[in-house]
């Protein structure tokens, strides 16, 4: 049996590091300018994927959109058995 997850303490030891709001907020901008763009919509089950895995890079060319479900099913970079996809 999985024990709950603790989210105060999640947030304190990583996602709410100087380095991870910057990552989210690039993130986040990434998915308002796909939005612009009418490549996605609010609750449509979409994400916006960063193909080189690297969130501060917000080019067009760089970005492409992909259901939630495949684009976190994949291992990320920093992951023993990663790859690019």
Do not use: C, F, T
């Not at 996602?15 to 996605?40: C, D, H, T, Y």
């Not at 449509?44 to 959109?65: M, Q, T």
């Amino acid at each position: 049996m999985r024990s709950k997850r603790n989210y105060k303490e999640e947030y304190a030891n990583y996602q709410g590091k100087p380095e991870q709001i910057k990552n989210r907020a690039k993130r986040n901008a990434a998915r308002r300018e796909m939005e612009k763009l009418g490549k996605v919509h609010k609750g449509d089950g979409k994400d916006v994927d960063h193909k080189d895995g690297n969130p501060h890079d917000n080019k067009r060319k760089n970005l492409r959109v992909e259901s939630a479900h495949k684009n976190r099913s994949y291992k990320r970079k920093g992951v023993p058995g990663y790859k690019q996809h």
